[in-house]
């Protein structure tokens, strides 16, 4: 699929990262045939995951964040910022932990150039793998978990930047700017995303410990329980509540 003739449109992808050398290969290779190019703001990763984003041609940016105050706002206008200097006409925005199903490169062509040309965001749903490469958690807020991540630069907006939250540090603020004309009436695709950071029973561990630190009072995501067990109102009436991905959709992780 070639990407640079001058009736494509020119895809930019942002990635921010943090220590996701585990995932960060398959991530990159889940949308590269279809972007021109990819912009990484890094958050002091101490792994290779810069490394190996360096080492796809298409990575014409990196931003590497040192130990800073936390302020995810702040860090994700940076990275919206670093792709807004490659004049793309479409940006696209993943997180490290996080790749496209492997149908999911037709599907999002064809959601750009036919099914829905004049459309401008587009959210995707996020299916968290847990505990195994062909499994996803459904109950819950994890059956109908959706995240606004690509928009289309039609209208030429100025002073684009991610939008503070409540929470401290800006934890859990958006990944595209909420000023987008369009930003209250996204198109659902039809591509899924897995999330990737709560497929092992540790690497859920850390992560539920990492939000606690942060953000130690926080009542209205129920203090995080659903990050790590079927416990919480985020999580199902019922407890858990699994699917299995089919085998051409499921990768190896090991």
Same mark, same amino acid.
């Given at each position: 699929?070639?990407?640079?003739?001058?009736?494509?449109?020119?895809?930019?992808?942002?990635?921010?990262?943090?220590?996701?050398?585990?995932?960060?290969?398959?991530?990159?290779?889940?949308?590269?045939?279809?972007?021109?190019?990819?912009?990484?703001?890094?958050?002091?990763?101490?792994?290779?995951?810069?490394?190996?984003?360096?080492?796809?041609?298409?990575?014409?940016?990196?931003?590497?964040?040192? +130990?800073?105050?936390?302020?995810?706002?702040?860090?994700?206008?940076?990275?919206?910022?670093?792709?807004?200097?490659?004049?793309?006409?479409?940006?696209?925005?993943?997180?490290?932990?996080?790749?496209?199903?492997? +149908?999911?490169?037709?599907?999002?062509?064809?959601?750009?150039?036919?099914?829905?040309?004049?459309?401008?965001?587009?959210?995707?749903?996020?299916?968290?793998?847990?505990?195994?490469?062909?499994?996803?958690?459904?109950?819950?807020?994890?059956?109908?978990?959706?995240?606004?991540?690509?928009?289309?630069?039609?209208?030429?907006?100025?002073?684009?930047?991610?939008?503070?939250?409540?929470?401290?540090?800006?934890?859990?603020?958006?990944?595209?700017?909420?000023?987008?004309?369009?930003?209250?009436?996204?198109?659902?695709?039809?591509?899924?995303?897995?999330?990737?950071?709560?497929?092992?029973?540790?690497?859920?561990?850390?992560?539920?410990?990492?939000?606690?630190?942060?953000?130690?009072?926080? +009542?209205?995501?129920?203090?995080?329980?659903?990050?790590?067990?079927?416990?919480?109102?985020?999580?199902?009436?019922?407890?858990?509540?699994?699917?299995?991905?089919?085998?051409?959709?499921?990768?190896?992780?090991?």
């Amino acid at each position: 699929m070639n990407m640079e003739n001058n009736s494509t449109p020119k895809i930019v992808v942002m990635y921010r990262v943090k220590n996701e050398e585990r995932w960060i290969k398959k991530s990159i290779e889940s949308i590269y045939n279809i972007c021109s190019e990819i912009v990484v703001f890094d958050d002091a990763s101490t792994d290779k995951t810069l490394e190996i984003c360096s080492g796809f041609d298409k990575v014409v940016e990196t931003h590497q964040q040192s +130990n800073d105050s936390f302020d995810e706002a702040r860090d994700r206008t940076i990275l919206l910022q670093m792709a807004l200097k490659r004049k793309p006409t479409i940006i696209l925005s993943l997180d490290g932990d996080e790749i496209f199903a492997p +149908n999911s490169e037709n599907i999002i062509q064809d959601e750009l150039d036919i099914i829905y040309p004049d459309k401008q965001v587009f959210e995707f749903e996020i299916l968290t793998l847990w505990d195994k490469p062909d499994q996803i958690r459904y109950d819950g807020v994890f059956g109908n978990f959706w995240h606004k991540r690509m928009f289309r630069l039609t209208d030429k907006p100025v002073n684009l930047e991610i939008s503070n939250s409540p929470y401290p540090g800006n934890l859990h603020c958006g990944s595209i700017p909420s000023s987008l004309s369009g930003f209250d009436f996204p198109v659902k695709s039809s591509a899924k995303i897995f999330h990737c950071a709560s497929l092992d029973n540790n690497v859920r561990q850390r992560k539920y410990n990492w939000y606690r630190t942060m953000d130690p009072d926080n +009542n209205m995501t129920d203090n995080y329980k659903h990050m790590i067990g079927p416990d919480g109102k985020f999580s199902g009436k019922h407890g858990y509540y699994f699917k299995k991905i089919p085998n051409e959709l499921t990768y190896d992780l090991s």
